[in-house]
């Protein structure tokens, strides 16, 4: 999963190259991604829903156990006003 960038300019000059041995999504890098992950998921959500439905749907989303226990039906339910 390793990647590295280095940009290289027409006048000779050259940026340092930069390696991640493990981008934000990865395993390792989980507790560090999820905030990312659920702040991006709360932008995005916003474009559709008011504030109040953006965080019941986040909320229930984060219970691992409510969200396996919540059936479509329900779920559509929370992201109604």
């Given at each position: 999963i390793a990647n590295s960038l280095q940009i290289f300019f027409k006048d000779g000059e050259a940026?340092?190259?930069?390696?991640?041995?493990?981008?934000?999504?990865?395993?390792?890098?989980r507790k560090e991604g999820l905030p990312?992950?659920?702040k991006k998921a709360e932008e995005n959500l916003a474009a559709k829903f008011n504030a109040?439905?953006?965080?019941?749907?986040?909320?229930?989303c984060?219970?691992?156990?409510?969200?396996?226990?919540?059936?479509?039906?329900?779920f559509v339910e929370a992201c109604l006003p």
């Amino acid at each position: 999963i390793a990647n590295s960038l280095q940009i290289f300019f027409k006048d000779g000059e050259a940026t340092e190259k930069i390696e991640v041995e493990y981008p934000i999504g990865h395993q390792r890098r989980r507790k560090e991604g999820l905030p990312l992950l659920v702040k991006k998921a709360e932008e995005n959500l916003a474009a559709k829903f008011n504030a109040s439905q953006v965080k019941r749907i986040v909320d229930l989303c984060l219970d691992k156990m409510q969200i396996e226990s919540t059936t479509v039906e329900k779920f559509v339910e929370a992201c109604l006003p």
